[in-house]
């Protein structure tokens, strides 16, 4: 896609600039942020924005910016890592199932329905019991979230690759089914799982925040968004501005990734694309 055709999809340039601002907000702190996180200072607590702490402290005296900056960062990388399981471990599952087709088709959709049957938090429950609370297992526990909904997107597209006669020529010629999934299939659905992916890092984020928020996720002397929302959660309504800068972080965060997903599946799917050239030349 040039960048004229980037350009048709408003949605697509707003979306990916928000998302991409608020990925590079969380990379910056990686080396620096206005103050220390772990800076605490009881005579600054409560302060409102000012010239030194734009975003104001929160109930500890740490700059609440900074901490916004590092939240964020967490957010993306949990996410991110989440994502990458569930492409690096559907993907391949739901193109086996359509390669060879058969027992490992069913194998693969029954495991796909007993992975559904078990959300994100329950399985983060169940990883925290065993192993503690933290943000390596709130990504696992995500991760193993996204295995099965990648594997029906890889199934799903693949399904309508296969029935190509280039890959029953493929077949043909002797080309077995790894390098059929590899050659013809995962090429031809890599519009799906980014569009896919796209989706999937919003909801990550979310979920991410929600396992924070009860515990589950990242621990002090980390934080993130959704540990920000749990600190101020007591504090609302005295001091509602602790609560609605972290969550004000994650609604313009997810809002940003739908909203760059939504533009990518139109710039990307050429159905949309065609019925769009259809509806100008009319």
């Known amino acids: 896609m040039n960048w004229q055709q980037f350009r048709r999809h408003p949605s697509l340039v707003i979306g990916l600039m928000a998302a991409t601002l608020f990925a590079l907000l969380g990379?910056?702190?990686?080396?620096?942020?206005?103050?220390?996180?772990?800076?605490?200072?009881?005579?600054?607590?409560?302060?409102?924005?000012?010239?030194?702490?734009?975003?104001?402290?929160?109930?500890?005296?740490?700059?609440?910016?900074?901490?916004?900056?590092?939240?964020?960062?967490?957010?993306?990388?949990?996410?991110?890592?989440?994502?990458?399981?569930?492409?690096?471990?559907?993907?391949?599952?739901?193109?086996?199932?359509?390669?060879?087709?058969?027992?490992?088709?069913?194998?693969?959709?029954?495991l796909s329905d007993i992975t559904f049957a078990f959300p994100a938090v329950i399985v983060a429950i169940l990883i925290a019991t065993l192993f503690g609370p933290g943000a390596a297992n709130a990504t696992i526990a995500i991760g193993i979230f996204n295995i099965?909904?990648?594997?029906?997107v890889a199934r799903g597209g693949a399904l309508a690759i296969a029935a190509q006669d280039y890959v029953a020529a493929a077949r043909l010629a002797g080309l077995g089914n790894a390098a059929i999934a590899a050659r013809h299939l995962l090429p031809n659905i890599m519009s799906l799982l980014i569009v896919q992916g796209t989706i999937q890092l919003s909801l990550g984020i979310l979920a991410e925040a929600g396992l924070s928020y009860i515990g589950l996720g990242t621990q002090p002397p980390a934080t993130s968004l959704g540990l920000m929302l749990r600190d101020a959660q007591s504090l609302f309504l005295i001091?509602?501005?602790?609560?609605?800068?972290?969550?004000?972080?994650?609604?313009?965060?997810?809002?940003?990734?739908?909203?760059?997903?939504?533009?990518?599946?139109?710039?990307?799917?050429?159905?949309?694309r065609h019925q769009g050239l259809n509806h100008g030349a009319g």
């Not at 800068?245 to 809002?255: H, N």
């Open 239 to 272: 001091h509602p501005w602790l609560s609605v800068v972290p969550g004000l972080a994650i609604v313009l965060i997810v809002i940003a990734l739908n909203v760059a997903g939504d533009g990518l599946r139109d710039a990307i799917d050429p159905r949309l």
């Open 27 to 110: 990379l910056v702190s990686l080396w620096w942020t206005p103050f220390p996180i772990e800076q605490i200072s009881i005579a600054r607590r409560f302060l409102g924005t000012t010239a030194e702490h734009w975003l104001g402290t929160d109930h500890l005296g740490r700059d609440m910016l900074s901490l916004v900056m590092r939240g964020t960062l967490t957010s993306f990388v949990v996410a991110g890592l989440g994502v990458i399981i569930g492409i690096g471990i559907g993907v391949p599952l739901g193109l086996a199932a359509v390669a060879w087709g058969g027992v490992v088709e069913w194998l693969v959709l029954r």
């Open 148 to 152: 099965p909904v990648f594997a029906r």
